[in-house]
Nanobody
Framework: VQLVESGGGLVQPGGSLRLSCAAS????????MSWYRRAPGKERELVAI???????NYAESVKDRFTISRDIAKKTVYLQMNSLKPEDTAVYYC?????????WGQGTQVTVSS
C-alpha cells in the first residue's frame, strides 16, 4: 500500500496550489479519502474528506477555499487550495480509511509566505 503526496511548495498569500495523492495497493474507489495537516506547534487537523459515496466535508477554516476531488481511473485524490493564507502553512497528509483499515502518506510541505 502506498500513498504518495506531491504538489506542495512555497506560495504567496492569495495564491493557489493543487496537492495530489497517488494511491496504490488497495481498492481506491472503496476508501474514504481525506487530507489532514499539521502546522508547527499544533495538533494534526482534518482539512477535507471525500467519502467513497461522493459526499465531502471541510474544516470551517478552509471552506469555500479548498476543494477535494478524486480521479478513480488515476487512483488519485486532489486538494485544490485557493486564496491561501499564512495560517495554511503546514505539512499536508493524505489519508485513506475503510472498514477499520487506515493508511497515511508521508506528507508534503505547504508554505504560504511573502
Amino acid at each position: 500500500v502506498q500513498l504518495v503526496e506531491s504538489g506542495g511548495g512555497l506560495v504567496q498569500p492569495g495564491g493557489s496550489l493543487r496537492l495530489s495523492c497517488a494511491a496504490s495497493g488497495f481498492t481506491f474507489r472503496s476508501y474514504h479519502m481525506s487530507w489532514y495537516r499539521r502546522a508547527p506547534g499544533k495538533e494534526r487537523e482534518l482539512v477535507a474528506i471525500g467519502r467513497a459515496g461522493g459526499s465531502t466535508n471541510y474544516a470551517e477554516s478552509v471552506k469555500d477555499r479548498f476543494t477535494i476531488s478524486r480521479d478513480i481511473a488515476k487512483k488519485t485524490v486532489y486538494l485544490q487550495m485557493n486564496s491561501l493564507k499564512p495560517e495554511d502553512t503546514a505539512v499536508y497528509y493524505c489519508n485513506a480509511r475503510w472498514n477499520g483499515l487506515e493508511y497515511w502518506g508521508q506528507g508534503t510541505q505547504v508554505t504560504v509566505s511573502s
